[in-house]
């Protein structure tokens, strides 16, 4: 099986890969949807209740700062530096990310290779705009943005986030919550790539989760050939031309030399 993928990615010119959480917890990230994941800790919090609710507010603040250690502690595995190769080599298109913790990055692959649907965990903004009109809600979004990691850093009470230092207003990681809309630029540039791609792998995600999980069978009706390599089987598995359920970075260090 594993020479069925190298040969694939041989024959590929332009592929284009979704990385899921798969891919993450070989980095130590805690898996979120799996049994004993972090969802059977923390209730997810809705983004207009986060804009509503003080509690929610501090509901998920705590959640973000107690999952921060491991997000603060990972590093890029074998799989990321396989996919740094591949685009060394001339034929990654893109990476689709609904990961939030920036290791495609830190492992050297472009800013310019990589979308992050689902927002990142490394930097945190005020979301005034959003909120203006609630009952007590601010006023304002003055666009103040901040690296995460200086914001941990600074914090004297860890579940008790500060106001926006600019406008007063509340801040927020940078990511997409339950409620809230996608990035409409991220989901139309994820959907060229997976039309232009003669090759589109799916690494380490479940597809339970739209619009991405939508993207393989655009790919696939559009003519590319679709790779998942995943722990558990998918809802598209039926209709891959090559399905794997093994270690990430095991197979990619292995097909990408």
Known sequence: MPSSLKNSLAAATRITVLSGAGL???SGIPDFRSPGGTWER???VDFYEFLARPGARREHWRYKSDTWKA???AQPNAGHAALLRLHQAG??????TQNIDGLHQRSGLPEARILEI???NRVIHCVGAVAAGLPGGPPQDCGYTEDAAAL???LSDPYDWPPCPRCGSWLKPATVMFGQP???QAVLQATDWALQCDLFLVLGSSLLVSPANQLPLR???NGAKLVVLNRDPTPVDAKADLVLHDSLGALLAEAIP
């Open 118 to 120: 689902h927002g990142s």
């Open 152 to 154: 941990h850093a600074r």
């Open 91 to 96: 034929k990654l298109q893109g990476v689709i």
């Open 182 to 184: 996608m990035p409409a």
């Open 42 to 44: 923390y209730q997810p």
């Open 71 to 73: 997000f603060k502690a």
């Open 219 to 221: 790919a696939k009706f």
């Open 24 to 26: 993450s917890t070989e």
